[in-house]
Structures are given as structure tokens and as C-alpha cells.
């Protein structure tokens, strides 16, 4: 088997990537060093050299943020509630949840914010008319979405 040195990346984990080690050579040329990379553009989890999941974490609020905006233009289109929340579900919800055991342990404060806020944005777009239940519902200390959806879906 030979290796292909335009497919293998070198990524130094730990208090080693202080130091700086020369890099990796092969006999088909000098392997890459990164910080960052994605697994697999099917999988499309990230992992930095600092295991922070933060890279992980900004690629899900981009592509979470895109498809709020397509939410939206639904609801400029006269879809119902019933079917705006079929969309979340199928569409940026699945983005949001996307190997959450994996890297949710891992979360600052910060991270989780963004990711809460995205929700909550999606609550507003859906729920138009009870924006007024997002106070209500942070009281209540709702952190899952499914949650505030269902008090949401109670007050119809």
C-alpha cells in the first residue's frame, strides 16, 4: 500500500505541539501539518489541534444561520405553522444535533449561547405570533428546543 501525501494530513495533539517538530516526510513527499480538519465531507465533524470544537461548533451556527433564512422565506410564503416546523425538524434541526454526544460535553457557555440563540431564532420565525413565550419559556429554564416547541404547540 502506499501512502498519498496530498490525502494525509499531520495534526499534533497536546503540550508536543508546543515545541514545534519538523515536519513529517515520506518517501512520496513531505506530509502536510494542520490544526484544524474535517473528518470526512460525508461525516463533516471537525476537530482542531486543541480539541475545543470550536471550528465544529462555527460551521454548525453558518449552516444553521443559511437555513434559518430559507425558514423565513417560507414564512413570507404563507406556510403553515404545522408545516415550518415539519422543515425545522427535517432540515436545521438535524444539523444542530449532529454527533451532539460526541463534542455537547466539550461546550463553553459561550458556544452553547450561539447554539440556544439559533433555536430561539427558529421559536421566533415559527411562532410569529407568540414571540411573547420566550420570556416564558427562559423562566421555565427550557433548554431543549423540543420543549419550548411543545409549550408553544399547547398554547394553539
Not at 4 to 31: C, D, H, Q, Y
Not at 146 to 151: C, G, I, Q, R, V
Request: glycine letters at 4%.
Amino acid at each position: 500500500m502506499q501512502l498519498n501525501a496530498s490525502k494525509t494530513k499531520e495534526m499534533i495533539l497536546g503540550p508536543l505541539a508546543k515545541f514545534n517538530p519538523t515536519l513529517l516526510s515520506a518517501t512520496v513527499g513531505t506530509i502536510d501539518r494542520v490544526t484544524s480538519f474535517k473528518l470526512d465531507s460525508v461525516v463533516g465533524v471537525y476537530i482542531d489541534s486543541t480539541l475545543s470544537w470550536a471550528t465544529r461548533v462555527n460551521s454548525i451556527i453558518k449552516k444553521a444561520t443559511s437555513r434559518l433564512y430559507f425558514l423565513r422565506q417560507l414564512k413570507r410564503a404563507g406556510l403553515s405553522t404545522s408545516q415550518l416546523l415539519h422543515y425545522h425538524t427535517a432540515v436545521i434541526r438535524p444539523v444542530l444535533e449532529y454527533c451532539v454526544p460526541v463534542w455537547h460535553y466539550a461546550l463553553t457557555k459561550t458556544q452553547t449561547d450561539h447554539l440556544e440563540a439559533i433555536q430561539k431564532r427558529a421559536i421566533q420565525i415559527i411562532f410569529q405570533s407568540f414571540t411573547f413565550l420566550l420570556g416564558h419559556l427562559s423562566k421555565k429554564n427550557c433548554a431543549h428546543f423540543e420543549e419550548s416547541m411543545k409549550l408553544c404547540m399547547d398554547k394553539l
